[in-house]
């Protein structure tokens, strides 16, 4: 799990882990993030009409560098 938690959330698991948290602690503070954000990325939530048509598990809190990734990966789609 971690490792793939790891594989979208690279920058945010080596801040954790450089912090000295614990696998365990890294994980679940960044299990959900890592979700949300995968989606995110595969442009799940790019054609929704408005805000009221998100799903209740669309969003979750992040740092400007991830929301930079995510509307990156918008404009090249």
């Not at 698991?13 to 450089?18: A, K, V």
């Not at 009221?52 to 979750?60: G, I, Q, V």
Request: include cysteine; charged fraction near 30%.
């Amino acid at each position: 799990h971690c490792l793939s938690v790891r594989a979208v959330c690279r920058r945010e698991i080596d801040c954790d882990r450089g912090n000295g948290y614990s696998w365990k602690i890294t994980l679940l503070r960044n299990y959900w993030k890592s979700k949300v954000k995968q989606e995110w990325l595969n442009g799940k939530y790019s054609n929704i009409p408005s805000q009221n048509s998100l799903p209740e598990k669309s969003m979750y809190p992040m740092d400007v560098e991830t929301w930079g990734e995510i509307l990156e990966a918008e404009l090249e789609r």
